[in-house]
């Protein structure tokens, strides 16, 4: 089993006492807690985080419309809260697990922020440094990796302190390590146990546990916005976790994966570009400020970073 290392310092964000009125900009942690379903007072235990994880996939979409709909995503802190949790809005990774970091410390847990890099299902390459943002939140010297902005990932915080397999509901995980490298990948599920064929693992993304600030990944923000080798530059998406499957929007159509008894149901609808405003607010309670440009365009071939 890989063997843990030294603990690494918090994410540094401004703390805000509980007991008063909360000024402008900063957070309402109430508010932000009845945004994913949550009420409080919530300790900082690992019970604690693993419901407020899933909870918050449960409720903010993630979502890259700020960039079809003619915005500019922000990073700045006050402006997620007001985006996410006032607008009742989703976001890519750098905003959801950028607020979310942001609520996990006002809780009162030991958080570090994390870059990753993802791999490209196209190319079998990674993308380049602070790629993706991930979060490590350490409780009584075991450390968790929580990512509520990936799309289709890992509903409970996955333990760093294994390599065993850890399932859930919605597939097995796992944790590698390679030098100084962690590797998140996930057990192709028609195989492995199911089966008498060896096990399968595909990676998902890789990191380090360098501590990061938010503002490193400002460069990167912006690359996924105006890039033609960025996802979220060439498709307009939006997608939910469900009790039990996902609904996801893209282009012009609608996704919904049913998870049912062991085996998967998948309905795919084809939507017209007058349909979308009123089918993005019924289904995912999001009401942009302006018109929406629906995009499902061919996304160029970065360069290879390995």
Same mark, same amino acid.
């Given at each position: 089993m890989w063997q843990p290392g030294s603990l690494t310092k918090p994410f540094n964000v401004p703390n805000v006492s509980r007991n008063k009125k909360l000024p =402008?900009?900063?957070?309402?942690? *109430?508010?932000?807690?009845?945004r994913i379903g949550c009420t409080g007072p919530l300790m900082p235990t690992l019970e604690s985080l693993r419901h407020i994880h899933r909870r918050h996939l449960l409720s903010v979409p993630f979502e890259n419309l700020t960039v079809h709909s003619g915005g500019q995503v922000r990073l700045e802190l006050p402006h997620l809260y007001e985006k996410i949790v006032l607008q009742h809005r989703g976001g890519f990774c750098f905003e959801n697990n950028g607020i979310f970091s942001w609520l996990l410390?006002?809780?009162?847990?030991? =958080?570090?922020?994390?870059?990753?890099?993802?791999?490209?299902t196209f190319t079998q390459l990674y993308g380049p440094p602070f790629?993706?943002?991930?979060?490590?939140?350490?409780?009584?010297? *075991?450390?968790?990796?929580?990512? =509520?902005?990936?799309?289709?990932?890992?509903?409970?915080p996955i333990s760093l302190e294994t390599e065993e397999p850890q399932t859930e509901e919605n597939g097995t995980f796992?944790?590698?390590?390679?030098?100084?490298?962690m590797f998140l990948e996930t057990r192709d599920e028609d195989q492995g146990e199911r089966t008498s064929t060896p096990e399968h693992w595909t990676q998902k993304y890789k990191f380090t546990l360098q501590p990061r600030q938010l503002e490193d990944f400002m460069a990167m923000c912006t690359y996924h916005q105006t890039s033609p080798s960025s996802i979220f530059y060439c498709k307009s998406l939006c997608s939910l976790l469900l009790p039990h499957g996902r609904v996801t929007y893209l282009g012009h159509k609608l996704t919904t994966t049913s998870l049912a008894g062991g085996s998967t149901t998948k309905t795919v609808r084809e939507l017209s570009d007058e349909e979308i405003p009123d089918l993005l607010k019924e289904i995912f309670?999001? *009401?942009?400020?302006?018109?929406?440009h629906p995009k499902d365009e061919n996304i160029m071939l970065p360069p290879p970073i390995y």
């Open positions: =402008v900009g900063r957070m309402d942690v *109430e508010k932000y807690l009845k410390d006002q809780l009162g847990f030991r =958080v570090t922020l994390l870059s990753a890099q993802v791999k490209n790629d993706h943002l991930v979060i490590m939140v350490t409780l009584g010297g *075991e450390r968790w990796l929580c990512d =509520v902005g990936f799309g289709s990932g890992f509903e409970l796992r944790i590698r390590c390679e030098g100084g490298t309670g999001i *009401e942009l400020p302006g018109p929406i």
